[in-house]
């Protein structure tokens, strides 16, 4: 088993050389600021199984809690990991950033009282494979 994984500009690439356990989305207000999304969805990977195979030079962390930092790349600002000095063998990985096909699957939603209130986690929305119908905008 493994996975790789990368930031948006490919230049932090990531090799996770077992499972990722753990998965879960997050709703709080940390989380959210910190991706600009509605909830992170992130899990554990065993740190000596974590290996950052090129750009490493490219991560930097901001220090959200004493001993916790977030880890990013500061070419696209690609939110990669987070590392907690009170749990060194483990890193919480950001799965937005894993290329390959994730076999393990998300076993809660955390800190729901804290999720955006625009956002409703069992949507009636259409869902579609590309941007909606009719959109007017250009992608950015």
């Not at 390959?100 to 009282?113: A, K």
Request: proline share 5%.
């Amino acid at each position: 088993m493994g996975y790789k994984a990368s930031c948006l500009c490919q230049t932090v690439k990531i090799e996770i050389r077992g499972a990722i356990s753990d998965i879960i989305h997050c709703h709080c207000s940390l989380c959210r600021k910190s991706t600009g999304t509605a909830y992170a969805t992130n899990g554990f990977v065993k740190a000596d199984e974590f290996i950052v195979q090129s750009g490493k030079d490219s991560l930097k962390a901001y220090t959200v809690k004493p001993g916790r930092k977030r880890h990013f790349c500061v070419h696209c600002a690609s939110p990669i990991y987070s590392s907690n000095d009170a749990d060194p063998n483990r890193i919480r990985l950001r799965l937005g950033i894993v290329d390959s096909d994730i076999n393990e699957r998300p076993m809660s939603h955390n800190f729901v009282s804290s999720k955006a209130n625009w956002d409703d986690l069992d949507d009636c929305l259409p869902r579609y494979d590309a941007f909606e119908p009719n959109r007017d905008l250009i992608p950015i």
